[in-house]
């Protein structure tokens, strides 16, 4: 039977979807704004077969022109095309009776102090936390938090406006920097409201998988290669993460508890998270696939294809028809990310012909060309220039490729 499957303003690894479900012959609606901050790659045009141009930002346009299309011919799953349309995929799977997620998991994995609430709740172990909206309320906040701290906007996405600090004044220069911001993702401002929380030292990681018939099963740990705080940039992802088997078991089964808690019954998630003091402890959680091409990784590591996976989980077909599980094909893999390193712009990056010829190179992609402008400050995904994946034999040679990618390409400033 052939499936008719919507994605709503897809981006970046929600793209899969699309890429995954074409390959099945099966039918794909877009949902996509098609102006302003709000344009689905030529790719994805060229490859769905039918675009609804609605605005993707209200819920109520949005909803009428999807059931308008579901009574011609019917959609039988739903699903986000990135962060922010979580929300629209759980309402428009409830309009059409289709699987999908419930309005309070919904809230809980939007907004982040709802989700540190809901995980303490179930007797997990999560930094301190507040919420700010004026500049008045901060030095409060900060005294009850404590420094090193967290600022970060309390639905936001892609490590945008994250940052560290380690003072008042710190603190104050980051909440009034959240306020002042102007740029839109997605159309979409930035809220008032702020979290203020605690630091958490330790290595970063995230547990990546899916949530069937209510079970919740973890399929890759990833190792997190961050750049220097107080930004949080991601550099880098090692999947699976080089960890000992007591340990990776022992993140995996917070994730699954963390999953629970916050009530994500179907679908993707994505659970970002530190090991602090030898216990694992929630950065935060996401009812989506992971970014930074994590899904390809655990693809080629497990063979488990996670868009395919929940597409069955959603439509109801066979999972080996839909063709969710394939073979591995390396024992470990990784991305390295290259920024230009606060430059304004970049002329070249020098060794790039040569490492990506490399035969454990898998693909190497310039992600900003030469001579366009780049953020200088390096504070979010924007940032990044190009991005390499690769192979390895053991999660630890993955590490040290990752090491050797930054060394043999210079990025050479204009």
């Known amino acids: 039977m052939p499936y008719r499957v919507l994605v709503v303003q897809p981006a970046f690894s929600a793209n899969a979807y699309i890429a995954h479900a074409?390959?099945?012959?099966?039918?794909?609606?877009?949902?996509?704004?098609?102006?302003?901050?709000r344009r689905v790659a030529e790719s994805v045009r060229s490859a769905a077969t039918e675009m609804i141009m609605t605005d993707t930002n209200s819920g109520d346009v949005l909803e009428a022109a999807v059931v308008q299309s579901h009574q011609r011919n019917?959609?039988?799953?739903?699903?986000?095309?990135?962060?922010?349309y979580v929300p629209a995929a759980a309402r428009l799977s409830a309009r059409l009776g289709l699987p999908g997620l419930a309005g309070t998991a919904v809230d809980q994995v939007r907004h982040k102090a709802r989700m540190l609430e809901a995980v303490a709740a179930a007797g997990l172990h999560v930094p301190r936390f507040t919420v700010v909206r004026e500049l008045a309320e901060l030095d409060a906040a900060c005294a009850y938090v404590g420094f090193p701290a967290v600022i970060k906007p309390v639905d936001s996405g892609g490590s945008v406006h994250v940052s560290r600090v380690d003072s008042f004044e710190e603190a104050r220069r980051a909440v009034s920097a959240i306020?002042?911001?102007?740029?839109?993702?997605?159309?979409?401002?930035?809220?008032?409201?702020?979290?203020?929380?605690?630091?958490?030292?330790?290595?970063?990681?995230?547990a990546d998988g899916y949530v069937s018939s209510?079970?919740?099963?973890?399929?890759?740990?990833?190792?997190?290669?961050?750049?220097?705080?107080?930004?949080?940039?991601?550099?880098?992802?090692?999947?699976?993460?080089?960890?000992?088997?007591a340990v990776r078991h022992e993140l995996a089964s917070y994730a699954v508890d963390v999953v629970k808690a916050v009530g994500i019954t179907t679908g993707p998630f994505h659970c970002e998270l530190r090991l602090s003091e030898g216990r694992p402890v929630l950065i935060e959680v996401a009812a989506r696939l992971p970014g930074g091409k994590i899904t390809e990784l655990m693809e080629m590591v497990t063979g488990l294809r996670l868009p395919g996976k929940v597409l069955a989980d959603i439509t109801g077909a066979d999972p080996r028809s839909a063709a969710a599980h394939g073979e591995p094909v390396a024992k470990?893999?990784?991305?390295r990310f290259l920024t230009a390193g606060g430059a304004g712009s970049y002329a070249r990056l020098e060794g790039w012909d040569e490492l990506t010829s490399e035969p454990w190179v898998v693909g190497g992609h310039v992600l900003i060309e030469p001579g366009a402008g780049i953020k200088t400050d390096e504070?979010?995904?924007?940032?990044?220039?190009?991005?390499?994946?690769?192979?390895?034999?053991?999660?630890?040679?993955?590490?040290?490729?990752?090491?050797?990618?930054?060394?043999?390409?210079?990025?050479?400033?204009t």
Do not use: N
């Open 179 to 206: 306020h002042a911001e102007e740029g839109l993702e997605f159309d979409r401002p930035l809220t008032a409201d702020v979290m203020v929380e605690q630091y958490v030292a330790g290595t970063e990681y995230s």
């Open 22 to 37: 074409r390959s099945l012959d099966w039918d794909v609606v877009v949902a996509s704004y098609e102006a302003e901050g």
């Open 74 to 84: 019917a959609i039988h799953a739903v699903v986000a095309g990135g962060e922010y």
């Open 214 to 245: 209510g079970e919740v099963t973890v399929v890759a740990v990833t190792r997190k290669l961050l750049g220097p705080e107080p930004r949080f940039l991601e550099l880098g992802h090692l999947t699976p993460a080089p960890l000992d088997e």
């Open 379 to 413: 504070t979010d995904y924007s940032c990044r220039i190009a991005a390499v994946v690769f192979t390895a034999d053991s999660p630890e040679e993955a590490l040290e490729r990752w090491s050797e990618i930054g060394d043999r390409v210079r990025v050479v400033s």
């Open 332 to 335: 470990a893999t990784g991305i």
